[in-house]
């Protein structure tokens, strides 16, 4: 058995119905040392036979032998037992000599003196920090033979060395591997006649795919072990030297990532902010203490699937009752059967549509609302005629509304003892101050006071002065249509209002109250809900694209990378370390678009909440938790930067694991 055996090798290679027999049965046995030439027309089978040796071509039959034993899986060359030498140098671009000779070193977890010493030794000494691009064919190439050397490999393939060279520097180049081929087997294909005759030990002649003049040498040398130490600090320095040469592909990546990210987090902060938001800004309305409340009876009717819901005012007992769960409660009469909620009105010589007219308990707004006023000054609180108006009814008057008389003329009827009356409710309202309500879903209204009312209609006699409307409500029938078969309930304190809420949530079947704070509420609780989940959606879909073009982008330059990649396993690396390099390039931008997306976004958030606060005069809707996220301080940071480092591996990972794996000859040879 010799040192280096080939058996019985054949490739065939299938092309369309046909097919290429590129080698027929070849058996060839190697020394352990010398140059060895294969020579051969072009098209005959050498690089094939090479490539088969060298273990990055499978045969279609035969088996390669190394030092006695099968060659495992891999080969010679990528078990890191030999070297390799191109036709076109295949130097790693943009690096130095030095940096390029001792790539395989650094890949095995070793310094570089072994490299300058094979440099000085082959008089390449002076070029060690030279830039690789900077030095000419014959000069490339010499670097390159020390780089398939560096590693001490027991052997060192060539195929067609001298082809690119002129032939001077042809001739330094076999001078250099034919110092080699002293202690070292050197197998080169070439098919420069005369280079061979002057240089090989023996030569192998190939035509057709068959072995001309096989050569058997017989000889027993022991081979070192396959495996080798493999290092991976040489790989920060390929990430960033790929992020340098895909700058712009990079930059647009890392921008749809800041999109990307920037659009989850003001998202999480919507999701935290807006509920929050609206629990401050729903006591921004005066008739936040405010609802009216009916008993409500079911009357079922006899020989009906149909049932009827009588709505009367409450009796002092079931009031009594609800009241208890306030602190600070205030039931009062419903006044509306003569100042009712809707009416139109008069100023400035005109009839103006119907607006909103609510009581409020302290037209003074001591409790609710004092600051909210942006117009005016506060009602004394003496007297009926004043009244306290919100944006919206403001802005239906151009903006300027203080001063302005509000003239109301409502005409009631009464009936008293079989008579019907008329009773006519005429008010002078003048508006005193303008308040800025939280404007969700808000419409004209004007605030009037309810215990003014009170006693301007305790003055207002009614059946010939025998009575007033204030008492005809009073002592009203609870069904009758004085009652307005409601009472109103007024509270002093904003925990009332949350008791209130909460007991509505709880729902009673003989209470109806209608409290238009907690509709307001609900229904942007709704809006909200749909919005968070439209939101939720857009978002997926901005991360979910975020993650194609990641994907596309390394796919992309880890097939137009694809030739270096493959000089990169021939030196020494393996593949999933030549994957990670990509893997960490989408990584490293997922992650820096991270980072500068929750450093971007406080900003982002500010500008967001106060175009928002513009439209919609509310507080800051949008408040990203940096602080603590699910309780966990600053989670949101480093979940952020986390998640990112991992879709972006995923997302590089994933279309290079898909991606159709060729042979590494292929992927070697020159296009
Ligand atoms: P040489 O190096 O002697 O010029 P090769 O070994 O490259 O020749 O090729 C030998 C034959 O095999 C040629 O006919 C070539 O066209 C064919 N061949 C080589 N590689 C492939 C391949 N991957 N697919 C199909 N045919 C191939
Ligand atoms: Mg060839």
Known sequence: MGFFVAKGISKFYKAGTGGVHALRKCSLSFPSKGLIAIKGKSGSGKSTLLNILAGIEKPTTGTVFFGGKKANEKGPLLDGRAGMVFQHYDLIAGESVLRNVSLPLSMRGKGNRRAKKLLRDFGLGAFAHKDVATLSGGEKQRVAICRALVHDPRVVFADEPTGALDEKNGIAAMDMLRAIGNYRLV???????????????????????VVKTPLLVQSAVPVPKASFRRSSTWLPRFIFRNIRRNLLKDVV??????????????????????????EEEQTHSLLYPYSSISERTVIEVPGSKLTLIKKTRPSATSMTGFATTFASPIVVDDLAYFFPASMTYETDGQNWEPVSFSPVWDITLETFGKEMVTQGELPRGEAFNECVVNEEFAHRHGGKVVGKVLSVN???????????????????????????????????????????????????PVGGGESNARELVAWAESDSPYSNYSSLLFLQDPNDVARLFEWMEQGDESLDV????????SSFHGLSQAFTMSLSLFVGIAV???????????????VSGKKESAVLMVLGAKRSQVFSIYVAESALLCFL?????????????????????????????????????????????????????????IAAALPMAFHRRIPLSEELRDE
């Open 544 to 558: 979910l694209g975020l993650c194609l073009i990641l994907g596309m982008s390394s796919l992309s330059s880890f």
């Open 187 to 209: 197998i080169v294909v070439s098919h420069n006649e005369e280079l061979i005759q002057r240089y090989a030990d023996a030569v192998i002649e190939i035509a057709d795919g």
């Open 514 to 521: 209608a409290c238009p704070s907690y509709v307001l509420r």
């Open 593 to 649: 678009s991270a980072g500068a997306s929750l450093l971007v976004c406080p900003l982002l958030e500010r500008l967001f909440n106060g175009i928002l606060r513009g439209k919609f005069d509310v507080s800051s809707i949008i408040r990203i938790p940096y602080q603590t996220l699910f309780g966990l301080p600053f989670s949101l940071i480093w979940g952020c930067l986390l998640i990112a480092l991992v879709l972006g591996g």
């Open 253 to 278: 990546c890392l921008l749809s990532g800041i999109v990307g990210f920037s659009s989850l987090l003001l998202s999480i902060g919507f999701f935290a902010g807006n509920e929050v938001a609206f």
């Open 410 to 460: 409502q005409r009631c009827t009464v009936q008293l003892e079989g008579k019907t009356h008329e009773v006519f409710v005429e008010a002078e309202l003048i508006v005193r101050c303008v308040v800025k309500e939280f404007g969700f879903l808000n419409s004209p209204r004007v605030y009037y006071s309810y215990p003014r009312l009170e006693k301007a209609l305790e003055g207002l």
